[in-house]
């Protein structure tokens, strides 16, 4: 099994820049996709961005391309979520997902992923 815990939500005016991250434990961290979901208040989790084992492919949502970077640091078992630019439609509980798969391509949902946190809240104002 892997734990994972996320922490650096918070609530920030819009533009403003916060950085999540992805603690995980119990399985070899660096044989891990990685992804980051979230879900705003009455609708469906979706996808945010992913990242493959070595940290060399990504995959974006249209929506946060060249406002979200995420990034991986396997010595530290740490994943992370770089906002900027952040607009109030970005608020959400955001949840990070492992799992074994090296093809992330096409796992955009919910189910696709194996292993969950527990979610951090972000709010932006407007």
């Known amino acids: 099994q892997v734990q994972l815990v996320e922490s650096g939500g918070g609530l920030v005016q819009t533009g403003a820049s916060l950085r999540l991250s992805c603690a995980a434990s119990?399985?070899?961290?660096?044989?891990?996709?990685v992804a980051w979901l979230r879900q705003a208040p009455g609708k469906e989790r979706i996808f945010v961005a992913a990242?493959?084992?070595?940290?060399?492919?990504?995959i974006y949502a249209d929506s946060v391309k060249g406002r979200f970077t995420i990034s991986r640091d396997n010595p530290k078992n740490t994943a992370y979520l770089q906002m900027t630019s952040l607009k109030p439609e970005d608020t959400a509980v955001y949840y990070c997902?492992?799992?074994?798969?090296?093809?992330?391509?096409?796992?955009?949902?919910?189910?696709?992923?194996?292993?969950w946190g527990q979610g951090t809240q972000v709010t932006v104002s407007s």
């Open positions: 997902a492992l799992d074994p798969k090296f093809q992330i391509w096409n796992m955009r949902a919910s189910g696709d992923w194996v292993y």
């Open positions: 119990g399985r070899t961290f660096g044989q891990l996709s």
């Open positions: 990242l493959t084992w070595g940290g060399f492919n990504t």
